[in-house]
């Protein structure tokens, strides 16, 4: 069931994969309906108890939300990129050690192959770094992203380090996580 206007009968107003959700819902409004009439005051707070329930069942069907806006989105993507960016400038190993899935492997700017330990005990930027990152490049297939940027490093010595990095996400447990990144020395000032 696609509900669409009068005007326009291919402009859907529902989200097709909530139809059969917002069809139990109008229907159970009807039936809460006609047995009001019935007035009785057991119908009556068996039918508001019906109402409640379908309400959180439609809202819970809208999808995962979370602070980044919706979860799957690219512009999702690019702020939680840009929050792992800024973690990682004021060193908050609690925010980061979130990010990534416990089997996480990287190969680093060095070439060595770190862990998800090794990564979050050995990286510390000094206070005041500063990122900017650019030519942003996301794929997805099913459960598995992977994003492509460059990202500049710039230090309070004057000093930069440019690199490109490629980063797996896996929808783990209904989370969005870091399964691999690589990255590839660009310049280093």
């Known amino acids: 069931m696609n509900l669409t206007t009068d005007s326009d009968p291919k402009r859907t107003l529902v989200d097709p994969r909530i139809d059969r959700t917002v069809l139990c819902f109008i229907v159970s409004l009807r039936w809460v309906d006609l047995v009001h009439k019935g007035n009785t005051m057991f119908t009556r707070n068996f039918s508001a108890i019906l109402l409640i329930i379908l309400a959180l069942f439609l809202v819970s069907s809208l999808g995962v939300t979370t602070a980044y806006g919706a979860a799957d989105t690219e512009e999702a993507f690019r702020v939680k990129t840009h929050e792992i960016a800024k973690a990682f400038a004021r060193n908050d190993i609690e925010f980061l050690s979130g990010v990534y899935t416990d089997n996480f492997l990287m190969t ?36 598995t992203v992977v994003v492509m940027y460059k990202q500049t490093w710039n230090y309070n010595d004057g000093g930069a380090n440019e690199a490109q990095f490629t980063n797996v996400w896996v929808k ?18």
């Open 172 to 189: 783990e447990g209904g989370e969005w996580l870091i399964l691999s990144t690589h990255a590839t020395q660009i310049s280093l000032k």
């Open 108 to 143: 680093a700017q060095s070439l060595h192959v770190v862990t998800k330990k090794q990564l979050l005990d050995n990286q510390r930027f000094e206070d005041g770094t500063t990122f900017e990152i650019d030519d942003w490049r996301m794929i997805r297939s099913g459960d």
